[in-house]
């Protein structure tokens, strides 16, 4: 299959074991032409098996795969991975080491026949626009990781796949290298058309790129939207604690008196809350108040909404609650603070421009819109409150891979020696 163009992708019932392992449990996704989607889960959540399953690094258990209509996985079939049009991009650059910089793009091209002059000047004007420009003769080893980073975009961008895969791709590098490559990917591959499946545990990070995220947990994809949608109304407690929380506030409530809201008794406070997607609390139930950080705001007289959140519900005011700070960390904009309300709970990554000490007692005044209630019930693994950031640091276990349009670990002495 040639793809000369941004394929549509329908991922129908994705299955995939491992022994006893269900790393991909029924997952159904359908990617849009020149969509930018983002599948976040911690380490462990089955990305890269989903990522290996549509390049066809690796085969499914069950469920089909569909690019424009044509089936390229299936319970009969198996289009290899340099026949789906793609291309990827490793977290660990899977770069040849003994291919010059300007060979390393070029290897992309080779499918395409094109005389060495022509290749040569495509793989320069590629290497030039990723800001290598003077780098072509270098070799691996001779760049940083960020270079080394570069090198493999414009290996992917450069044969004009419709399908661009990543697989973490910024996780080896350092934050502010991160964020600058971060922006030019999501500007480079929108300029290409391309179609793009992006992977990470980082939801900063999915929620600066992604037109859409799709979050993994334990293998199952429990909500599909925008950074807004999963921010505002989380499908589980997974999800909004997988994309940030100040902290989560135990308590009851006290009635359920309108179609979404509540009031929630947490300690000797009072709280409005938003009822969580699919849940009808009754009066009494034990629930779970997850809080976002955005709706928790040290009281300094004025009023302003918080930024990604709905407006307040008429009938769930915002709460103002007695707290003291119990840590404050520098921002650079203002001020992050930690700080304690009745009970001992603590609330994390409270903004305030102004620096406010430890020890300080203040007013809290916690929105209703940014405050959901969930049923109070066991924990969930693999999630973490109040980092937004996940548990994990990479892919899990990786086995070899082979096949994708660009060199493999494991097969890259034997291929090199095919080429020689
Ligand atoms: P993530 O990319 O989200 O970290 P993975 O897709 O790597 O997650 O892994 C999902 C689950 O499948 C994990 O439990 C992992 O241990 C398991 N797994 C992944 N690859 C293999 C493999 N080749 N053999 C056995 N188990 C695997």
Redesign the pocket.
């Known amino acids: 299959m040639t793809m000369d163009h941004a394929p549509a992708v329908e991922l129908r019932a994705l299955s ?1 074991r ?2 006893r ?4 449990a029924g997952v159904d996704l359908d990617l849009a032409p020149g969509s930018f989607t983002v599948l976040l ?12 399953c549509v390049a066809g690094i ?1 085969r499914l258990s069950s469920g089909t795969i569909v690019f424009d209509g044509q089936a390229v996985a299936g319970p009969r079939q198996h289009l290899p991975a340099e026949e789906r049009g793609l291309a990827m991009v490793f977290q660990d650059y899977a770069l040849w080491p003994h291919l010059s910089v300007v060979d390393n793009v070029r290897f992309a091209l080779r499918r395409l026949r094109l005389g060495k002059a022509e290749s040569v000047a495509r793989a320069a004007a590629m290497l030039d626009r990723v800001g290598l420009t003077g780098f072509a003769d270098r070799y691996p080893a001779e760049l940083s990781g960020g270079e080394q980073q570069r090198v493999a975009l414009a290996r992917a961008l450069v044969a004009g796949p419709g399908l661009l895969l990543f697989d ?1 791709p910024l996780s080896n590098l350092d934050a502010d290298l991160r964020e600058r490559l971060r922006v030019e990917i999501a500007t480079l591959t929108r300029e290409t058309g391309a179609t793009a499946l992006y ?1 990470t ?1 980082d939801q900063s990070e999915a929620f600066a790129l992604a037109d859409r995220i799709g979050v ?1 947990d334990h ?1 199952h994809l429990v909500q599909v939207g925008s950074a807004e949608d999963l921010y505002r109304d989380p499908a589980t407690p997974f999800v909004a604690r997988f994309t940030g929380l100040a902290g989560e506030l135990p308590g009851v409530v006290e009635h359920a008196a309108w179609s979404d809201g509540c009031r929630v008794r947490v300690e000797g406070l009072a709280i409005g809350a938003r009822q969580g997607t699919g849940t009808s609390l009754a009066g009494g139930q034990r629930v779970r108040v997850l809080v976002r950080a955005a709706s928790a705001t040290i009281d300094d007289g004025t009023d302003g909404h918080p930024a990604g959140l709905p407006p307040a519900l008429g009938s769930a005011p915002s709460a103002v609650v007695p707290a003291v700070v119990s840590d404050v960390a520098f921002r650079g904009r203002g001020y992050d603070h930690v700080v304690e309300v009745e009970g001992g709970h603590r609330l994390t990554g409270i903004f305030h421009a102004r620096r406010i000490e430890r020890a300080t007692q203040v007013s809290l005044r916690i929105d209703a819109s940014g405050c959901i209630a969930f049923p109070d019930g066991p924990a969930i693994p693999g999630a973490r409150a109040g980092t937004g950031s996940g548990t ?1 640091t ?6 070899g891979r082979s096949g994708a349009t660009v060199p493999t670990r494991s097969d890259e002495p034997l291929a090199a020696a095919r080429q020689g």
């Open positions: 995939k491992y022994g392992t269900e790393a991909l889960g911690p380490s462990g959540s089955g990305k890269s098996t989903l990522l290996r690796e973490e992977i545990h993994l293998g994990g990479g892919t899990g276990a990786a086995p």
